[in-house]
């Protein structure tokens, strides 16, 4: 039987071949056949761990077939700290994958807590390339911000002259970017990660190549490593990675001088493989279609008030069954795989009961109401449907809301999460993201049992229109939704309110991530390693992360998946999810940008009107601008949950969900709600990135 890589692989081949006579390439285009591995090497201080094998012919990125990285434990390229630049090719190997990569971390290129105990590399071992959504960082000493784009400033990253430098390796396109030199909350250590960050979602199953050139630091121009001079002067050297890797240089410097880089200036420069579509969604994807192609799930009714709300007629408390994927449906839990490595149902436990919660309004008594499944804030429960702005919403506009809580990131998540942390052990947070696929399964068929099971109640079903279902979610539950929209078939429109993409961009600027932080702090005390803890993460959650997802809610749709259409609104100064990875969001869905009167945003046009598709709409809360590092926006009030409660915005989701219309019904256009900012004397002019 063909290994489930190997059935990817064929897949994507699959998939691309008959656009080969129409298109030159696509974000899924496989690579060719992955050569050899070759021979251990051993390690030692900066030496090669082996050859990691040849790229292919016609292989990702369409570079020559002779480019081939070695594989290494740490990289010389920074010898002032292992496991710098990242991502990287040379922590990978070739590979039967999509990519014709396969990712391969060992001994000290994983970061080690002050606890050091010894990481596994075995969670990243089924990664066939690095995560679109992370910065690309490396170390420079003393390092200043001197002449780089921010946050700000993203078009200046598109300046020919500009000291910060990502292209698309095979198209040499320049990929808008701003570049953070890490000052996480709280103040960190003296050594400060250089990070790229990409402006827009990377393409899936590509190859970047990323530089740094003419960068000031507080003594002077930066100088280029013993080992990187070596490659970029073409002098002698007797670090064994770089003879090895003259023939990879040569294509990274040519690539470069063909984007209007020379080869002179650069004080580093490397490349990296993003992971394969397949590779990021298909164990979610096998989960939904095996399940949905069962029976409705069944239900059963545990506890029904009445006169509990004026809006809400029946508070209704149940359970429903939902196939098992993992061991046990509690934190900890793992996916189960078969010997070819796909997920598997679980045979001694073949189903398992989700709690569930629908709250009926009081004017479904006249009118059947619409279907709206909640998703819930950041490790919260199905009960925030209970808000009392959403009791209101329900009756005014006829819907209806239920819930599930999405098991992983759950209320009794949360001391199982930092318990590991704590410890050291990062590997072992797989469990979260094996986890987080049952949550996400236990949400699809949610809507799949409303919609088929429940709407048939004897007593209730008569108050509910199965016809009209929607998604609604909010912060944790916007941004997970980025997940559920891309997979749902029972779903045409959702909401996402005050959402972004990736958590390794978010977390650092989110106040929500303090307590995490200061845990994280005490176990990796180098900042270097806390900023690689966070991307290795992403590299397992984009499975279960919009980041992996977003870019087919609209086109180019998942297999089995019909296009969705969503709102995304974002608040200015959002303490808890930044703007930053709201806008991200946005361009990776291809969403039209409503005008509201409260700026620009870079590359997303605003629009009167939006007739149909997705869109994504700004609110200003009269707060200060975000602050130019990555810590959080702290100051004045958090306008996190303000949005929600408006009655402008209410209206625009009412008439969204409907008819797929955005609309602008703020006052004269303008989405401007200062006098609900709640800042201060205090507030003004503190600048968050001084320490």
């Not at 990187?228 to 040519?254: C, K, M, W």
């Not at 795989?337 to 009081?362: C, K």
């Not at 709206?372 to 808000?387: C, D, K, M, N, P």
Request: aromatic share 8%; hydrophobic share 35%; glycine share 10%.
């Amino acid at each position: 039987m063909a290994s489930f890589k190997l059935r990817l692989r064929l897949a994507s081949l699959a998939l691309t071949l008959p656009l080969a006579a129409l298109a030159c390439g696509s974000d899924d285009e496989p690579g060719g056949s992955g050569g050899t591995a070759g021979s251990g090497g051993t390690g030692g201080n900066g030496g090669t761990a082996g050859t990691a094998g040849t790229a292919g012919t016609g292989g990702t990125g369409g570079w020559a077939p002779e480019v081939s990285w070695p594989h290494l434990e740490c990289d010389p390229l920074v010898p002032d700290y292992c496991g710098y630049p990242f991502p990287s090719n040379v922590y990978t190997v070739a590979g039967d994958t999509p990519t014709g990569r396969q990712v391969q971390i060992r001994g000290r290129a994983l970061p080690t807590s002050f606890q050091g105990p010894q990481l596994s590399g075995a969670p990243w071992d089924k990664s066939d390339g690095f995560s679109t959504g992370v910065a690309a960082m490396t170390y420079i000493p003393n390092a200043t911000t001197a002449g780089l784009p921010t946050s700000a400033t993203i078009a200046a990253s598109l300046d020919p002259g500009c000291p910060s430098v990502l292209i698309d390796a095979e198209t040499g396109e320049r990929i808008p970017h701003w570049v953070d030199l890490d000052q996480s909350n709280p103040p960190p250590d003296a050594h400060k990660s250089l990070m790229i960050r990409p402006a827009v979602r990377l393409k899936d199953n590509a190859r970047y190549i990323a530089a740094f050139r003419n960068v000031q630091t507080t003594s002077g121009a930066a100088t280029p490593s013993p080992a990187f001079q070596a490659l970029r002067d073409g002098t002698s050297s007797n670090e064994p990675s770089v003879a090895e890797r003259r023939g990879l240089y040569a294509d990274i410097f040519e690539r470069l001088e063909s984007a209007g880089v020379s080869r002179e200036d650069l004080v580093i420069a490397w490349d990296y493989t993003t992971a394969s579509r397949e590779n990021n969604t298909a164990w979610m994807l096998k989960l939904r279609d095996e399940s949905l192609a069962e029976a409705a799930p069944s239900y059963t009714i545990t506890q029904v008030d009445e006169n509990w709300d004026p809006d809400i007629a029946y508070r209704i408390q149940g359970t429903f069954e939902v196939p098992l994927y993992v061991d046990d449906p509690a934190p900890g839990s793992k996916l189960i795989f078969d010997e070819d490595g796909a997920p598997i149902r679980n045979a001694a436990t073949p189903t398992h009961s989700v709690e569930f919660q629908l709250l009926i309004p009081e004017s479904a008594r006249t009118t059947p109401a619409k279907l709206v499944q909640y998703g819930h804030g950041l490790l919260g429960s199905r009960t925030q449907i209970e808000a009392g702005h959403f009791r209101t919403f329900m009756n005014q506009y006829g819907y209806a809301f239920f819930s599930v809580n999405l098991a992983g990131m759950e209320r009794i998540d949360e001391n199982y999460i930092q318990s590991i942390l704590g410890s050291g052990e990062i590997h072992r947070l797989d469990t979260m993201f094996y986890r987080l696929h049952q949550g996400f399964l236990n949400n699809l068929m949610a809507m799949r049992m409303m919609k088929d099971s429940f709407s048939a109640d004897a007593t209730y079903g008569q108050y509910l229109d199965p016809t009209e279902r929607y998604y609604y979610g909010i912060s944790q539950g916007g941004i997970s939704g980025g997940v559920y929209m891309a997979l749902t078939t029972d779903v045409q429109r959702g909401a996402l309110g005050v959402m972004g993409q990736s958590y390794n961009l978010l977390l650092n600027r989110s106040v929500d991530f303090i307590p995490f932080y200061a845990v994280m702090r005490v176990t990796y005390p180098d900042s270097r390693d806390q900023q690689r803890v966070l991307s290795l993460l992403q590299m397992l959650w984009d499975r279960v992360e919009p980041n992996g997802y977003t870019p087919y809610i609209q086109s180019n749709t998942l297999p089995g998946t019909p296009s969705h259409q969503v709102l995304m609104r974002a608040a200015l100064g959002d303490h808890q999810v930044t703007t930053l990875g709201a806008a991200i969001m946005a361009r990776a869905v291809g969403a039209q940008r409503l005008e509201t009167g409260v700026g620009d945003v870079w590359g997303l046009p605003a629009a009167s009107n939006i007739a149909s598709g997705s869109s994504y709409i700004e609110y200003d809360f009269g707060l200060p601008s975000d602050p130019l590092c990555n810590r959080p926006m702290s100051l004045c009030e958090d306008p996190h949950g303000k949005l929600r409660s408006l009655e402008e915005a209410r209206q625009q989701l009412d008439l969204f969900l409907r008819t797929g219309e955005t609309r602008n019904f703020c006052t004269n256009g303008e989405c401007k709600f200062h006098h609900l900012s709640g800042c201060t004397a205090a507030d003004e002019g503190k600048n968050l990135c001084q320490d």
